[in-house]
């Protein structure tokens, strides 16, 4: 089983930046990646990252102001985020697909408002 831990959310003013971070609890060479859920609205997908971090795939609503990585070496997945606007509030989830079975993390949250 795997759990994943976010940190790093919190109030930020319009065009300000974050950087999330989604510790995993093992080694975790599977492709991650970010989702988000605003207030009323469903769970979306942000982006996502092979198990290598050669190849990223992003949200258009996100394209040029998000970045995704990660560090194998210590089991930790990170969003850099930037331009933040108040459409960004959210509660962002990393997540990990593992033999079938999806995890998630319990989520932090962003929001952006001045």
């Known amino acids: 089983q795997v759990q994943l831990v976010e940190s790093g959310g919190g109030l930020v003013q319009p065009g300000g930046s974050l950087r999330l971070s989604c510790a995993a609890s093992?080694?975790?060479?599977?492709?991650m990646g970010w989702y988000r859920q605003a207030p009323g609205k469903q769970r979306e997908f942000v982006v996502r990252?092979?198990?290598?971090?050669?190849?990223?795939t992003y949200a258009d609503s996100v394209k040029g102001r998000f970045t995704i990585s990660r560090d194998n070496a210590k089991n930790t997945l990170y969003l850099q985020m930037n331009s933040l606007n108040p459409e960004d509030t959210a509660v962002y989830y990393c997540?990990?697909?593992?033999?079938?079975?999806?995890?998630w993390g319990q989520g932090t949250q962003v929001t952006v408002s001045s």
């Open positions: 093992g080694s975790v060479m599977r492709p």
């Open positions: 997540t990990v697909s593992v033999k079938a079975a999806d995890y």
């Open positions: 990252i092979s198990s290598s971090g050669t190849t990223r």
